[in-house]
């Protein structure tokens, strides 16, 4: 007899909140003084949100668990991932929590930014519904510095949804403490794709170089994809390391979600069964496209345009007519 048939290609468990963005500063902010940008974007925050958005604008089914506030900025966070088609039954909106926001400022290819954590800082083990992950064919996790309150319990739901048979990738995002304390051994293990950028790499394993770094993480990890903004990705798999370059362009707005964008595209080839080394280039494609629009979910509005600029120049044929489901 057939298996059924999941419900959801992915679930995602993960931080929310909302972005404001301001571009085209007349020049760096100084204490006491007041500047003009002349671009501003309000939108979808949160790596998590961003790469389940994404993910969603590709193709896939997602479901997202997380926790707002009952606010406007939650109800905004909600909205917009249903408008992407984003399964948001699994979000609990609650009195007493505030929906948090970053506020970016950008400059040329990078940017400052001040995060209000709120409600992201409060979801807990007891808020995830570990029943419901069969529902899935994978589970993605980000942000672990963001999540104290769940932080320790991240290694336990990789495992259990492996157990499931879930399928399974970790993002793990900036450490604004600078910490960088994680128990890589308790986590590792169960994640079947790590999705860290390169100074996020260097900064948890105390290393100079990439190379060092994998080194390090071999015996633990399963497949590594490492981003290297404009200069590409790096990723290990069984002993060898694959470098695939940015596909570089002129059209560049911010790179703001470009990891989770990068995320969404490998794990989308990764479900249909592609070699980690298309996996790789969609991903590099998939966060240089996020780059041609402000913010981090606007560029994969007009998804039949990125399909067919993504067989041009990729060679990997993705139309919407061969989804993941
Ligand atoms: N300026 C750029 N031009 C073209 N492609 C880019 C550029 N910046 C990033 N990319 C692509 O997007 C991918 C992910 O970007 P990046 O390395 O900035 O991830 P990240 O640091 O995790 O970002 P995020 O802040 O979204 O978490 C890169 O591996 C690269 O392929
Ligand atoms: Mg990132």
Redesign the pocket.
């Known amino acids: 007899m057939n298996k059924p048939a999941k419900k959801y290609d992915v679930i995602v468990i993960g931080e929310l909140n909302i972005d404001l963005i301001l571009d085209q500063i007349e020049s760096f902010p100084e204490i006491g003084k007041e500047k003009l940008a002349r671009e501003m974007t309000f939108a979808l925050g949160s790596?998590s949100a961003i790469f389940a958005s994404n993910l969603s604008s590709l193709g896939a089914s997602v479901a997202f668990i997380g926790k707002t506030g009952k606010d406007l900025l939650g109800n905004f966070v909600v909205q917009s991932l249903q408008q992407k088609k984003v399964d948001t039954q699994m979000i609990t909106q609650n009195e007493g929590l505030t929906t948090g926001a970053t506020i970016g400022l950008n400059f040329r290819?990078d940017r400052a930014m001040v995060t209000y954590p709120g409600a992201m800082e409060h979801l807990t083990d007891k808020d995830i519904p570990l029943d419901k992950l069969e529902e899935a064919k994978h589970l993605h996790i980000s942000s672990y510095f963001f999540q104290p309150g769940l932080q320790q319990y991240i290694g336990e739901i990789f495992r259990i949804a492996g157990e499931k048979g879930l399928t399974t990738s970790f993002d793990i995002?900036s450490d604004p403490g600078e910490n960088w304390e994680i128990n890589l051994k308790a986590i590792l293990p169960y994640v079947d794709i790590f999705l860290p950028?390169e100074k996020e790499l260097l900064s948890i394993t105390g290393s100079k170089t990439v190379e060092e770094a994998i080194e390090q993480l071999s015996s633990d990890v399963n497949i590594l994809a490492v981003?290297?903004?404009?200069k590409?990705?790096a990723c290990y798999h069984k002993g060898t390391i694959t470098y695939q370059p940015?596909?570089?362009?002129d059209k560049?707005i911010d790179?703001?979600?470009?990891?989770?964008?990068?995320d969404a595209g490998f794990i989308y080839q990764f479900l249909k069964g592609a070699s980690i080394e298309q996996c790789q280039i969609f991903?590099?494609y998939t966060?240089?496209y996020?780059?041609r629009s402000a913010g981090?979910t606007n560029a994969f509005e007009d998804i039949n345009t990125f399909f067919s600029y993504a067989n041009t120049i990729t060679g990997i044929q993705n139309g919407p007519e061969r989804q993941v489901t």
């Open positions: 790596s290819e995002q950028n981003k290297l903004g404009n590409g990705s940015a596909f570089l362009h560049f790179a703001i979600g470009a990891g989770d964008s990068f991903g590099n966060g240089s996020s780059t981090g």
